[in-house]
C-alpha cells in the first residue's frame, strides 16, 4: 500500500513538472499586422501552422490587394480606349481572392466590350479590368455604364472611365483611384464666342466629364478676351454648385473691340464628392457685348491631387 501511494504522489509530483514547464514556454501570438519571413518554422506544432501561414497571408493581402502598376487608360480614338502595360490584382466581389494578372502591350476596348445593351451618347462609362478565366496570365476589359458593378462578371476591378458624348464620340478619359497616375481631363476651345448679358451662361466647349475618387481636385481655365468696356466673370460650377467668380475689368469709350486681356481662373476643391461630377465654365458680360478666345485657344482642366 505505500509503494502505490508512493507511486500516486510520485506521478502527481511529475504532472505539476510538466504543467509548470508548459506554463514556461513562450506562447507566440500571430497577427494579420505583421508579415513574418521566417514563419513558419520547424519547431511549430502541426497545429499552428494554418494560423501562421494564415495571418501571414492575410498581411500580404492588405499590401498586395491594391496593386496597379501601369494600366492607364488613356484615349485611342472617337470609338474606343486604350489599356496601356501593367499589372494589377483583381478580387472577386466580395474581396476574399484576389487574382494577378499582366498586360505586356496596349490593349484597345472598343464598344464590343460592352457589358451589356449596345452604345448609348451622352453618357457615362467605366472601363473594368476582368479576371474571370483561372490561371490566365493576361486580364480582359469590358466597358460599363454601371459604376460599381460590371454584369456577367465575378473577378473585377474598376480601372478608368470616359464620357460618350452627344456625337457618339469618346471624350475625357480619365484613371480611377490610383496615385500616382494622373487622373485629370481637359477640354479645349478654339472657336470665338460672344456675350451681351449680364446673366451666367456656359461658355462653349468648356465642359469635362470628371470621375472623381473623393481626392481634392484643381480646376484651372485659361482664355483671352477682347472687350469693348467693363470686363467679364467667370467661374466654374462643380457638380451643379457654382464657385465664387473671377472678374476682368476694362473701360474703353466706343464700340469696337479693344486690347486683349489674358485671364487665368483656378478653384481649389477640398473635398469633392466621389463619383460622376460634370465641370464647367460659366461666364456673364458686365453692360455690354464681349468676344472670346480671338488670340488665343481657351482650355478648361480638371486634375485630381
Same mark, same amino acid.
Given at each position: 500500500?505505500?509503494?502505490?501511494?508512493?507511486?500516486?504522489?510520485?506521478?502527481?509530483?511529475?504532472?505539476?513538472?510538466?504543467?509548470?514547464?508548459?506554463?514556461?514556454?513562450?506562447?507566440?501570438?500571430?497577427?494579420?499586422?505583421?508579415?513574418?519571413?521566417?514563419?513558419?518554422?520547424?519547431?511549430?506544432?502541426?497545429?499552428?501552422?494554418?494560423?501562421?501561414?494564415?495571418?501571414?497571408?492575410?498581411?500580404?493581402?492588405?499590401?498586395?490587394?491594391?496593386?496597379?502598376?501601369?494600366?492607364?487608360?488613356?484615349?485611342?480614338?472617337?470609338?474606343?480606349?486604350?489599356?496601356?502595360?501593367?499589372?494589377?490584382?483583381?478580387?472577386?466581389?466580395?474581396?476574399?481572392?484576389?487574382?494577378?494578372?499582366?498586360?505586356?502591350?496596349?490593349?484597345?476596348?472598343?464598344?464590343?466590350?460592352?457589358?451589356?445593351?449596345?452604345?448609348?451618347?451622352?453618357?457615362?462609362?467605366?472601363?473594368?479590368?476582368?479576371?474571370?478565366?483561372? !490561371?490566365?496570365?493576361?486580364?480582359?476589359?469590358?466597358?460599363?455604364?454601371?459604376?460599381?458593378?460590371? +454584369?456577367?462578371?465575378?473577378?473585377?476591378?474598376?480601372?478608368?472611365?470616359?464620357?460618350?458624348?452627344?456625337?457618339?464620340?469618346?471624350?475625357?478619359?480619365?484613371?480611377?483611384?490610383?496615385?500616382?497616375?494622373?487622373? #485629370?481631363?481637359?477640354?479645349?476651345?478654339?472657336?470665338?464666342?460672344?456675350?451681351?448679358?449680364?446673366?451666367?451662361?456656359?461658355?462653349? !466647349?468648356?465642359?469635362?466629364?470628371?470621375?472623381?475618387?473623393?481626392?481634392?481636385?484643381?480646376?484651372?481655365?485659361?482664355?483671352?478676351?477682347?472687350?469693348?468696356?467693363?470686363?467679364?466673370?467667370?467661374?466654374? !460650377?462643380?457638380?451643379?454648385?457654382?464657385?465664387?467668380?473671377?472678374?476682368?475689368?476694362? #473701360?474703353?469709350?466706343?464700340?469696337?473691340?479693344?486690347?486683349?486681356?489674358?485671364? +487665368?481662373?483656378?478653384?481649389?476643391?477640398?473635398?469633392?464628392?466621389?463619383?460622376?461630377?460634370?465641370?464647367?465654365?460659366?461666364? #456673364?458680360?458686365?453692360? +455690354?457685348?464681349?468676344?472670346?478666345?480671338?488670340?488665343?485657344?481657351?482650355?478648361?482642366?480638371?486634375?485630381?491631387?
Amino acid at each position: 500500500m505505500k509503494r502505490f501511494e508512493r507511486l500516486e504522489r510520485f506521478k502527481r509530483f511529475e504532472r505539476l513538472l510538466l504543467l509548470i514547464a508548459l506554463l514556461l514556454i513562450p506562447l507566440n501570438v500571430y497577427s494579420a499586422d505583421v508579415w513574418t519571413p521566417t514563419n513558419p518554422q520547424g519547431s511549430d506544432s502541426a497545429s499552428s501552422l494554418d494560423t501562421i501561414i494564415q495571418a501571414n497571408n492575410e498581411a500580404l493581402e492588405r499590401l498586395n490587394h491594391s496593386t496597379r502598376n501601369g494600366m492607364t487608360v488613356i484615349e485611342k480614338d472617337a470609338a474606343s480606349v486604350y489599356a496601356m502595360p501593367g499589372q494589377i490584382a483583381i478580387g472577386n466581389s466580395a474581396g476574399t481572392v484576389y487574382r494577378f494578372r499582366e498586360i505586356t502591350s496596349a490593349t484597345a476596348v472598343p464598344w464590343t466590350s460592352l457589358d451589356t445593351g449596345s452604345e448609348a451618347t451622352s453618357t457615362q462609362y467605366y472601363v473594368y479590368a476582368v479576371a474571370d478565366t483561372a !490561371d490566365s496570365a493576361a486580364c480582359t476589359f469590358v466597358m460599363s455604364e454601371h459604376a460599381t458593378t460590371p +454584369t456577367g462578371t465575378t473577378y473585377y476591378r474598376k480601372i478608368g472611365y470616359f464620357y460618350n458624348n452627344s456625337s457618339g464620340n469618346v471624350i475625357n478619359v480619365g484613371n480611377i483611384d490610383v496615385n500616382p497616375i494622373s487622373n #485629370s481631363v481637359d477640354a479645349i476651345g478654339t472657336s470665338d464666342v460672344a456675350i451681351s448679358t449680364g446673366t451666367y451662361t456656359l461658355l462653349d !466647349d468648356m465642359t469635362v466629364y470628371f470621375v472623381s475618387n473623393g481626392r481634392p481636385l484643381l480646376v484651372m481655365f485659361e482664355g483671352s478676351f477682347q472687350l469693348t468696356q467693363n470686363g467679364v466673370k467667370v467661374r466654374c !460650377d462643380i457638380g451643379g454648385t457654382d464657385k465664387s467668380p473671377d472678374y476682368i475689368y476694362h #473701360s474703353e469709350a466706343g464700340g469696337s473691340y479693344v486690347a486683349t486681356h489674358d485671364m +487665368t481662373y483656378v478653384w481649389y476643391e477640398d473635398s469633392p464628392t466621389a463619383g460622376p461630377l460634370t465641370v464647367t465654365v460659366d461666364w #456673364s458680360g458686365v453692360g +455690354t457685348q464681349m468676344a472670346g478666345t480671338n488670340d488665343t485657344d481657351r482650355k478648361l482642366v480638371v486634375w485630381e491631387l
